[in-house]
């Protein structure tokens, strides 16, 4: 039986050596807690490290999961940097008091409509809010004129949302601070009623694609992408801007944000820069993530229908509420 | 039913005196599985001490809501259909490959096992390819069914092959027809086994997560991630865990029911003759179907659904440095964490056939429920524990190497215990009276015989670890991307074809264990 012990013993030694091993050896490297799509921030981080011999190391997740994960780190959080797809996890984030301030010339890249008034974080990216519908079943004056409408009895069944993810929770949070806490938590169970769960975004698409339901909420890009792969997701889905500063027509920022715990900050700042900046915004443009670029002077791709047109309701990207949406989104019964 | 009745009497005797000399010369090995167990407790104590945090007032809010009255109904539907079906499958198919001429049987048998080699959510992805828009609780029971029915299968058809005929001969010399030998003789001799697998389906069906996401049915553990998702921590996650694991004793105390405490072992002269095939004559060709559909729901569909992928996708998605770095990891982790948790596991293992009591139940059911959880659970536990107290932990290899040993310590105490039942306690009383000291002594007999067992375990756990999701994602080291994580990440971006390289490459990986996992239990069988 001795021997089992030791084996044990030597297997956590093992263990130990193996996870302790100098990390510390690469002075330039960081950390990014990346809710992202993992493709896009691969290909940021690729380029990045080309251009400046900066090693990037990427942990994969979602905005709200790691929101929260950086407060109950706080302070020993090993992330350097933090990337959303929504500003709600970045406001959370803020509250706790974890960002560094983002350095000026990094705020200076992008318009003031895109960060928030602190300057605790900066817009690297922008996405809208669209209905995603089966154009073989509905036509143009068929299609909802607010997001509002989906809460109607007519639709009942006929549409869908992945309410899990931190996009459609943004979506809800554009919704509480446009209409306020009563009528969204109506929205919310009317939705309940009426709504397909899914589990993603593009899990939206491809079953109205399928003719599972007649229309989705999802953001812009998930059609944009499939159409520039094979298609096969999309090939029967239009996509209805709903405009008129409806809560529908929501324009969520992607933030990113420097840890005030960060050992690298200098590396950290110049990666957060380097996004917002000409190189990053390029991978935006060119690449074929098709989210939209929200830089000063750096066009979006030429495919998308321009952000300027897009009639989104003004809001201030730091007055959303995450907790507030998750905690209504329980009540109602949808998490 | 007693299998060895003429020795029951004596036998009991023996064990009682040996309890009595054992509990005295042998205290480390309770020791040992007590400090296991202590450890598998941190999870539970982490959910307590959220709902202590929170008040009583919240706790009901969150746990008495009409969601989580859903989420039960679909748990219990789940649960309550896909055990019996796969049992039933599992004997049927045991019977027709280990004890009737079935032509081929061998290939059968090996194909009845082969399906574990699927991820459950590889199975899923293939079937929701197949049948776009499958989903919901039919759904749900019948590709659980085909992913997990070989967990009963194999300890079913292990512990068929090492039947007795001579009992049965007994019954039918006593005037039973053979249906009745079956059910009376042959059943009540499957019991451990039956119980054993039904439980491991059981807990998978209440643990799994990737499966039902791609078909849209929500259970308690796909709720937890949602929630996770949501809010890391919050105490929303944290409650319906709690109602989770309340499922999951629901399972635990049925089992332990069930199961009995008769001995099963041979003890007598010689070996047990072989048991002779029956014959199946004209139902031979009907009944050829059944493992054959079997085999096409279960092996054919997700062969030849990642194949359509990977023609669909080209070269390109052969993303070979991506693919080669997840595989290096996948493989470091897999079998690290199969190695900790079999040796964890011995102790449990031991007790639980040599030493049954009340203590034992209190562990063993301490371990079962631990594993039941899903890794987000356990996760969500060793995140706030490391994070908040043993900051040097937090985020490393030894992380989630633990949270890995936790969570599939039933797969290796379950496999350990069958091997130990059938390594005589009597070489082991024969070497203590030899002269060697107890530890010694239980070395070089029960825990060598078991060797057998330990293997099939650790090939269990690491199938546990190359399709672990969630914990994997929160747990380990920065820049882990394991073929599991690739796989889900490219599939949650419907980028399916991406995908298909590492769903190929989890299925070829596991093909070896699951090949393994059969020969064991062939040798087992002293075959």
Redesign the interface.
């Known amino acids: 039986?001795?021997?089992?012990f030791s084996?044990?013993a030597s297997?956590?030694t093992l263990?130990?050596i193996?996870?302790?091993s100098p990390v510390s050896a690469q002075e330039k490297e960081i950390?990014v807690y990346n809710a992202q799509?993992?493709?896009l921030a691969e290909e940021w981080a690729k380029a990045f490290t080309e251009e400046t011999g900066i090693k990037v190391?990427?942990?994969?997740?979602?905005d709200?999961?790691?929101?929260?994960?950086i407060?109950?780190?706080?302070a020993?959080s090993?992330a350097d940097v933090f990337l959303t797809e929504n500003s709600p996890a970045m406001t959370l984030v803020e509250q706790a008091g974890l960002f560094a301030p983002v350095n000026a010339d990094t705020l200076a890249l992008v318009p003031k409509e895109y960060q928030p008034s602190s300057g605790k974080w900066v817009g690297i990216a922008a996405r809208s809010t669209v209905f995603a519908y089966d154009k073989t079943k509905l036509n143009a004056d068929q299609l909802p004129k607010s997001l509002v409408d989906l809460a109607d009895a007519s639709w009942k069944g006929r549409w869908g949302a992945s309410?899990?993810?931190?996009d459609f929770?943004a979506i809800v949070s554009a919704l509480l601070q446009l209409k306020g806490e009563e009528a969204t938590a109506a929205w919310l169970k009317a939705m309940k009623e009426n709504f397909?769960?899914?589990?993603?975004n593009?899990?939206v698409?491809?079953?109205v694609n399928?003719?599972?339901i007649e229309g989705g909420v999802i953001y812009h890009y998930y059609w944009f992408g499939?159409q520039a792969?094979?298609g096969e997701?999309s090939k029967n889905v239009e996509l209805h801007y709903f405009k008129n500063e409806d809560p529908g027509a929501f324009v969520s920022v992607s933030g990113g944000g420097v840890l005030a715990s960060s050992k690298h900050p200098d590396e950290a700042q110049a990666f957060l820069k380097w996004i917002a900046g000409k190189g990053g915004q390029a991978v935006l443009r060119d690449g074929t993530s098709f989210e939209y670029t929200v830089s000063t002077g750096e066009a979006a791709n030429a495919k998308l229908v321009p952000l300027a047109d897009l009639q989104a309701p003004k809001i201030d990207p730091a007055t959303l509420n995450s907790k507030k949406v998750?905690d209504l989104?329980?009540a109602a019964?949808l998490? | 039913m007693q299998s060895s009745p003429d020795f029951a009497r004596p036998v009991a005797q023996a064990s009682l005196a040996g309890q009595r000399m054992r509990l005295f010369r042998l205290p480390w090995i309770a020791i040992a599985a007590i400090l296991v167990s202590l450890f598998a407790l941190i999870p539970l104590g982490f959910i307590i001490a959220v709902a202590i945090q929170i008040g009583w007032a919240t706790v009901v809010e969150l746990v008495f809501r009409p969601r989580v009255g859903d989420l039960l109904v679909n748990t219990f539907f789940l649960v309550a259909l896909t055990v019996p079906l796969s049992i039933a499958l599992s004997v049927a198919l045991a019977w027709l490959t280990e004890r009737s001429d079935l032509p081929g049987a061998r290939l059968w048998a090996w194909l009845a096992v082969a399906p574990l080699a699927v991820p459950a959510f590889v199975h899923s992805y293939a079937w929701v390819t197949l049948v776009p828009g499958v989903h919901g609780l039919g759904a749900g029971v019948f590709i659980s069914l085909i992913a997990y029915f070989p967990f009963l299968y194999l300890p079913v058809s292990a512990a068929m092959r090492r039947l007795d005929p001579a009992l049965e001969d007994s019954a039918a010399s006593l005037g039973l027809g053979p249906w009745r030998v079956f059910f009376r003789v042959v059943l009540p001799q499957l019991r451990l086994a039956i119980c054993g697998g039904s439980l491991l389906v059981g807990l998978h069906l209440l643990a799994e997560y990737g499966l039902y996401v791609f078909i849209r049915f929500d259970t308690f553990t796909t709720a937890i991630v949602d929630q996770f998702q949501s809010t890391f921590n919050g105490p929303a996650a944290n409650m319906l865990a709690g109602v989770l694991i309340a499922c999951c004793f629901a399972l635990l105390v049925l089992e332990i029911l069930v199961r009995g405490e008769e001995r099963y072992a041979r003890v007598g002269s010689g070996a047990a003759r072989q048991a002779p095939r029956a014959r199946l004559g004209r139902a031979t060709l009907p009944c050829l179907l059944l493992p054959l559909v079997v085999a096409v729901l279960a092996i054919g569909v997700p062969f030849v659904t990642i194949g359509r992928w990977l023609v669909a996708g080209g070269w390109e998605v052969w993303r070979l440095d991506e693919i080669s770095a997840a595989l290096g990891q996948t493989a470091f982790l897999a079998i690290a964490g199969a190695v900790l948790a079999t040796v964890a596991a011995i102790p449990m293992a031991w007790l639980s056939i040599r030493k049954p009591g009340r203590l034992q139940r209190v562990l063993e059911a301490t371990n079962y429920t631990v594993g039941s959880l899903p890794g987000v659970v356990i996760a969500l536990a060793l995140v706030t524990l490391t994070v908040r107290f043993m900051l040097p932990l937090y985020q490393t290899l030894v992380t989630i190497l633990i949270a890995y040993t936790l969570m599939f310590l039933p797969r290796a105490i379950i496999s350990l215990r069958a091997s130990i039942a059938q390594a005589p306690v009597e070489l082991e009383r024969a070497a203590s009276n030899l002269g060697r000291s107890p530890a010694n002594a239980l070395w070089s007999t029960s825990i060598r015989l078991s060797a057998p067992g330990a293997a099939a375990g650790m090939a269990l756990v690491s199938l546990g670890i190359l399709n672990e999701l969630t914990a994997t994602q929160m747990l380990a080291p920065n820049g882990t991307m394991t073929l599991a994580l690739a796989f889900w990440s490219y599939s949650g971006e419907i980028d399916y074809a991406a995908a298909a390289p590492y769903a190929l490459i989890m299925v070829a990986a596991s093909l070896p264990l699951t090949w393994l996992l059969y020969v064991q239990s062939k040798r087992m069988a002293g075959q």
Do not use: Y
């Open positions: 039986m001795k021997s089992v084996a044990l297997a956590i263990a130990t193996l996870t302790t950390i799509h993992k493709s190391t990427l942990r994969n997740g979602g709200s999961e790691f929101s929260n994960q407060v109950a780190e706080g020993a090993p309410p899990s993810g931190a929770q397909k769960p899914f589990k993603g593009g899990t698409m491809k079953a399928a003719g599972e499939d792969k094979t997701n998750t989104m329980t019964g998490l």
